[in-house]
Structures are given as structure tokens and as C-alpha cells.
């Protein structure tokens, strides 16, 4: 079995200031996780993978996030926000092997203050 | 880049009614999935589709739903008889594996599927 909890369903931060998203996770072999983003009326957007190779993954738009297997975190952040950055984002673990179960979080809604 | 793509990008459906949403994956993609997310929730899994054949499905996936790869681009959802909270919006991925690190799913845009 597997889940994912997105502690904040929303996060407000003003331009210029540290992004954090959290996010933990269970499975029960070893997880393939990511980073998704939605943008208002648009697709789900890969932002950044982690599937057993460095812990520390960066992704795109200045995002990186740290798989801390000890906390079953997965955290994404950014140093500077952006007003661009605005959008639903979303945790996803993956099973490594067989068949591929994806499981999504409840998604965080980030807004920009300018 | 290339990309999954969606169509329509909106359907309008009268309840009980038979919808078909369409998906072109990724070409060298082998691996093809249809999630729903209902307005204000999460994302959720329906079903996993390689060689020709369902390989996973969610307990959402009922008799009322179908998957089809009618030729070699096309990856079709089948919604037999509508009902109101099928309203919706339905995400075609793909991947090209399942698993390391080509394991990643593209997503299309998606398609709002309204049934009135």
C-alpha cells in the first residue's frame, strides 16, 4: 500500500520569499516520487523526479526537493518565489517495479503576494 | 517537446449517454493511463493500459468504463451510460516504462467532461 499527505493544502508567500511544499509519504517498496504543478485551467507539469539515485533533485522553474527516507519526506522548495510560480502542486509516489500504481496528494495551492 | 494531447478539451454530455474521450501518448510511449479529478479533490488513478490489455485498475473503474487503443496513436476512454458524478476532469498519461528512471508519466491537459 501506498499514500501521500501534503500537510498545507494552501501556502501563501510574498514574491521574493522561500517556497516550502510538504509533503510524506508510505509505500511499501522502494518509491519513485515527484512533483507535479497545475496551472488555473491547464495539465499536470513535471517538475522534478526522484527515483533512487541523488536525494537532492532539482527540477525546473529554480524547484528542488530533498527525499529524506528517515522522515518519508519529500519537500519541494524554492529560495525566491516568483508571481509565475502561483498554481496547485501536487506529491505523487509511484511503485519502482511492476506495473506502475500512482498515487496522488490532495494537492497544495500556492499564492504569490506581490 | 513531445507531448500527450487531449481531446476535447471540454464535453458536454446529456446524462446517460455514451462518451468517448481520446488521447494521443507519447509515441515510443508503452505504457498508458487514464486518471479523474473531481472539481475540488484529488487526482485519482482509473486504470493502466500496456500490450493491448488493462494491467491495473481502480475500484472507480466499473463496467461503465472501457479502454481502447484502436490503432497505433490513438488511447480512447469509454463511458457507456453517464451519470452526473462522472463530471469531471479525465487526464490521459503515458510512459515509456514503469520502472527506473524512464518511469516518469506525461501528462496531457486533460478533458472537462460536464453531464448535465
Known amino acids: 500500500a501506498q499514500s501521500v499527505t501534503q500537510l498545507d493544502s494552501h501556502v501563501s508567500v510574498s514574491e521574493g520569499t522561500p517556497v516550502l511544499l510538504r509533503c510524506n509519504y508510505s509505500?511499501?517498496?522502494?518509491?519513485?516520487l515527484f512533483w507535479y504543478v497545475q496551472h488555473p485551467n491547464k495539465g499536470l507539469q513535471l517538475l522534478l523526479k526522484?527515483?533512487?539515485?541523488?536525494?537532492l533533485v532539482k527540477g525546473i522553474n529554480g524547484f528542488e526537493a530533498e527525499f529524506k527516507k528517515s522522515e518519508t519526506s519529500f519537500h519541494l522548495t524554492k529560495p525566491s518565489a516568483h508571481m509565475s510560480d502561483a498554481a496547485e502542486y501536487f506529491c505523487v509516489v509511484a511503485n519502482s517495479g511492476g506495473y506502475q500504481k500512482v498515487t496522488f496528494g490532495i494537492g497544495t495551492k500556492l499564492q504569490v503576494i506581490p | 517537446e513531445p507531448e500527450v494531447t487531449q481531446t476535447p478539451s471540454h464535453q458536454v454530455t446529456q446524462m446517460g449517454q455514451e462518451v468517448i474521450l481520446r488521447c494521443v501518448p507519447i509515441s515510443n510511449h508503452l505504457y498508458f493511463y487514464w486518471y479523474r479529478q473531481i472539481l475540488g479533490q484529488k487526482v485519482e488513478f482509473l486504470v493502466s493500459?500496456?500490450?493491448?490489455?488493462?494491467?491495473?485498475k481502480s475500484e472507480i473503474f466499473d463496467d461503465q468504463f472501457s479502454v481502447e487503443r484502436p490503432d497505433g496513436s490513438n488511447f480512447t476512454l469509454k463511458i457507456r451510460s453517464t451519470k452526473l458524478e462522472d463530471s469531471a476532469m479525465y487526464f490521459c498519461?503515458?510512459?515509456?516504462?514503469?520502472?527506473?528512471?524512464?518511469?516518469?508519466?506525461?501528462f496531457g491537459a486533460g478533458t472537462r467532461l460536464s453531464v448535465l
Open positions: 498519461a503515458s510512459s515509456e516504462r514503469t520502472g527506473g528512471p524512464k518511469n516518469i508519466q506525461y
Open positions: 526522484y527515483t533512487s539515485a541523488a536525494t
Open positions: 509505500s511499501s517498496y522502494s518509491p519513485s
Open positions: 493500459f500496456y500490450n493491448n490489455e488493462i494491467s491495473e
